[in-house]
């Protein structure tokens, strides 16, 4: 007993630096920094702009559809399984866009991007069934042995575009 009650003693010493403990004097190293000007946000803001403007390179996104994460560019194909209602031909809106860029910009939503800064068009190639999966069971000795097939809905998709629209900090022109 008097054995763990030293131990306990040089822990509690340990984290006893003065008055508050080692967490009081790591939380008073912690300065706020002084606030930098605008400027260097709206300079940051304008250099966006410019390269959204300029649109060297492929646009990619990161979208949100039948609860999955999906990263596409133009002319990709979408394999999406379960049932959905849109038909063969539709042209479609992916309007959860989590992510949206480029090779020289990035713009993260928290959760998703701000509505009409990008779109994301796509169209409904086909519809149908995916390939057949086997789900086999057994149970050693017991003599059980069970055999269920099984396909699932698919649906095809081929994006059209993704297009940032909109300049960063502007409002959106019209929202749905």
């Known amino acids: 007993m008097a054995l763990i009650r030293a131990g306990l003693q040089r822990i509690a010493n340990a984290f006893s630096y003065g008055q508050g403990g080692m967490l009081s004097r790591f939380m008073n190293n912690l300065v706020p920094i002084e606030n930098k000007t605008t400027d260097t946000t709206k300079e940051v803001i304008n250099e966006c702009n410019r390269l959204i403007e300029q649109n060297t390179s492929r646009n990619f996104a990161i979208i949100h559809l039948l609860g999955k994460q999906w990263r596409v560019t133009d002319g990709d194909l979408l394999v999406v399984e379960g049932y959905w209602p849109p038909n063969i031909g539709d042209k479609i809106r992916l309007d959860k866009v989590l992510l949206a860029g480029s090779k020289d910009i990035s713009l993260i939503g928290r959760p998703l ?4 800064l990008v779109n994301v068009t ?55």
């Open 113 to 116: 991007v701000q509505p009409g």
């Open 122 to 176: 796509a169209t409904i190639i086909s519809k149908g069934l995916s390939h057949t999966r086997t789900h086999f069971k057994k149970k050693r000795r017991k003599q059980f042995m069970r055999i269920n097939f099984q396909k699932a809905q698919q649906t095809m998709l081929r994006i059209n575009a993704v297009e940032i629209a909109n300049k960063i900090n502007e409002t959106p022109k019209n929202v749905f």
